[in-house]
């Protein structure tokens, strides 16, 4: 199902995408069109020092199963490692200056980011430490977060149950919604502008020859050379790396989000408030949106299966926001979806390119549910590794792909 409430744009106004290629070579191939491969392709054309050619090959221009069509449009810094904290302050200026960064052109809308903030509630002293742990990292990154005591949490927003609560910490610089599929639909349609050329069709091979790939196979039956694979192909990358026979552990795992309305709204925006079940919840227009893992086990799903648990909302979902804050007990839900995340759970954080044996096979993969939020920086670093075969914006190298054969995990705590 998809969201109906005022606070979210879902439907994607773009091209029809041939389903044949116009060429059957191309320097850059990227497996997956939504964010990560429309970062990658914007970020390749508008670099003045690329001067090949792009295909995108996505199989349903509607999103409909991707990541970015269950979006739930956030952008934080609140997180554990500097350089996730860096990659949010980065898309925050991506999104606060789109129209300039994709040229200027008038037509190109005006993104913004609600800053409704988000709260991490923490209910024992464990906890409360690794807050401080991370408000630190933040703090050193530039970062506006805040430890707040209950005391302060509860002067600033009395809508909160926080008998069991000791502490939080809170950013409101930065920190909350925007319109990542406006910001997707308009980095796809700017690309096209700029000569990437986006089919309608599904990759069934590829072609290698020793430690190289060197191109794919359609589902249409055409044979495309490339010079570089990008895989952006979200919670099927590792079908899409198995295709070119190297290893990428990336595993579904399903999220449910529900679109509900008060009967007695809060008298102010809601935070993206990450109470200590794991369950999230934030405003959502004038209604709210909450978030959440399984009831039961969060065990890896088939990445068609989008079949949700009959009683989550009655037995999970509900008991906790109506116990946070008293009046969400009386509420009507007006919408719901599911989703999945891209789970490396190597160590939670994204993979990227280049395979370390195939150089020019290059990964977006496994943001484990900050994909959207990480498309612009990841998009650019990719690129720059396809153009220079280095970062030269931000310094990406503890994701690279080589980090697995090293053992070298860069644990994300902070995944909600």
């Given at each position: ?326 009046q969400f007990k009386e509420v009507d839900v007006i919408d719901y979806w599911i989703g999945h995340y891209d789970f490396n759970t190597f160590d939670y954080n994204v993979v990227i390119g280049p395979h370390d044996e195939v150089s020019n096979f290059h990964f977006t993969n496994g943001s484990s549910g900050h994909g959207s939020q990480q498309g612009p920086a990841v998009g650019r670093g990719v690129a720059e ?32």
């Open positions: 199902m998809k969201p109906t409430s005022k606070d979210s744009s879902w439907t994607m106004n773009l091209p029809v995408f041939s389903a044949k290629p116009k060429h059957d070579s191309y320097d850059v191939v990227i497996i997956g069109g939504a964010t990560m491969g429309a970062c990658t392709a914007w970020f390749l054309v508008s670099n003045p020092d690329f001067k090949g050619r792009v295909l995108i090959v996505e199989p349903d221009p509607t999103f409909s199963k991707a990541q970015t069509g269950a979006s739930n449009n956030c952008m934080r810094q609140q997180f554990a490692n500097p350089i996730n904290v860096k990659i949010g302050q980065y898309a925050a200026e991506f999104v606060r200056n789109f129209r300039e960064n994709l040229g200027g052109d008038p037509q190109v809308p005006n993104l913004s980011i609600r800053n409704f903030g988000y709260l991490y509630l923490s209910d024992n002293p464990a906890l409360t430490k690794v807050l401080e742990r991370d408000q630190s990292v933040q703090a050193d990154c530039g970062a506006g977060t805040e430890m707040v005591t209950a005391q302060e949490i509860a002067s600033e927003y009395p809508f909160y149950n926080l008998d069991d609560i000791e502490a939080g910490s809170l950013n409101t610089v930065d920190e909350g919604y925007y319109n990542a599929p406006l910001m997707v639909e308009w980095l796809i349609k700017k690309s096209i502008e700029n000569g990437v050329d986006y089919v309608q069709n599904k990759v069934t091979g590829i072609t290698r020859e020793g430690n190289k790939v060197t191109g794919i196979t359609l589902e249409t039956g055409e044979q495309i050379a490339a010079g570089s694979i990008v895989n952006a192909s979200g919670t099927r990358a590792g079908l899409v790396a198995d295709m070119a026979g190297l290893k990428l552990d990336i595993q579904s795992k399903r999220r449910y989000t529900f679109i509900f309305r008060a009967k007695e709204p809060l008298p102010r925006d809601l935070p993206l408030t990450i109470d200590p079940t794991g369950v999230h919840f934030r405003q959502f227009g004038d209604d709210y949106l909450v978030g959440c893992p399984p009831l039961g086990e969060d065990a890896t799903v088939d990445v068609e299966d989008f079949s949700a648990e009959a009683t989550i909302w009655e037995d999970k979902v509900h008991p906790i926001i109506a116990n946070r804050i008293p590794q396809i153009i220079y075969g280095a970062f030269r914006s931000m310094d990406l190298t503890p994701f690279l792909y080589e980090r697995f054969a090293k053992g070298e995990r860069v644990i994300e705590r902070a995944v909600i």
